[in-house]
């Protein structure tokens, strides 16, 4: 009989726990927390009065990304990135019995990211929608922001201890495009079409590679085409060359043409004219 309650016990714990994981999606503020030293290699410009401003107002809980917990501001127009440090915690208790090459996979893992990050915000924080960027802790922010959890508690935390990432919001960018197809705003979506063809072809041009271009990573604020993702990018000395900075530009967009074919075709037209402007 004991076993048999014990067993119980066990499974209403697991079910109340996957219960309250399914609710709040994850997050737990230590999650967002890192036990990373202040690094010089991270720093970044103070932030401008506009990103103070923006930091000013609560956040309420968005959605949880593959590195990311996501704040949107309140007043819609941008959202506050919290990197899950639990999936890159440079120190664990568990470290003694790891092998040493997983260890320094985490380590090399969360370099990537930040490298990433940093890129996006130094060369082409306009194609990111990149406000500001916090990837090791300071004193100067002095300042703290209310989060609105995904069950509605509101946490108060101090900005100069955790690193984040402040970046406009947009909206997807392929939905966005069949939205306005099939309202029949035809001028609408070829604006929007035209503009995700030049960031491509810039990002290409400033010499930065986007390994996980796909489509869910792509936004419009407005007409203007962002880049939604920032953990993929790296510089590529090689699309200095003008020929392969074209070839990586084909490439990527061969995706969307190849999208726009199967789905909007009434589209290819002025899509692969686009393109063309950017191999003449």
């Known amino acids: 009989m004991n076993i048999f309650r014990l067993f119980l016990f066990a499974i209403l714990f697991i079910c109340a726990e996957r219960f309250c994981h399914k609710q709040t999606h994850g997050f737990r503020l230590h999650k967002i927390h890192s036990s990373l030293p202040q690094n010089p290699q991270w720093e970044t410009p103070l932030p401008t009065n506009e990103a103070c401003e923006i930091l000013q107002q609560p956040f309420h809980f968005l959605n949880s990304g593959g590195e990311c917990y996501v704040f949107v501001s309140q007043d819609g127009d941008y959202v506050l990135k919290f990197f899950k440090h639990h999936h890159m915690r440079q120190k664990s208790w568990i470290d003694p019995v790891l092998p040493q090459s997983l260890i320094e996979k985490r380590r090399e893992r969360l370099s990537k990211l930040f490298t990433s990050c940093k890129i996006a915000y130094e060369r082409f924080s306009e194609g990111t929608g990149l406000v500001y960027l916090h990837l090791t ?15 509605g508690v509101v946490h108060t935390l101090n900005l100069d201890e955790i690193e984040f990432v ?79 900075a074209q070839k990586a530009f084909l490439y990527e967009t061969m995706k969307l043409r190849r999208w726009i074919k199967k789905y909007h075709p009434e589209l290819s037209e002025s899509l692969d004219a686009k393109i063309k402007e950017h191999l003449i």
């Open 137 to 151: 802790k300071t004193d100067h922010l002095r300042s703290q922001i209310r989060l609105f959890d995904p069950i």
């Open 166 to 244: 402040l970046q406009k919001r947009a909206t997807l960018a392929y939905s966005t495009l069949t939205a306005l197809i099939e309202a029949r705003e035809f001028e609408a979506a070829k604006r929007r079409l035209e503009s995700l063809v030049d960031l491509i072809a810039s990002r290409s041009k400033a010499g930065i590679a986007d390994h996980d271009a796909r489509k869910r990573n792509f936004g419009f604020i407005g007409s203007d085409a962002i880049e939604l993702d920032l953990g993929s990018f790296s510089l590529n000395e090689s699309l200095k060359d003008p020929q392969e």
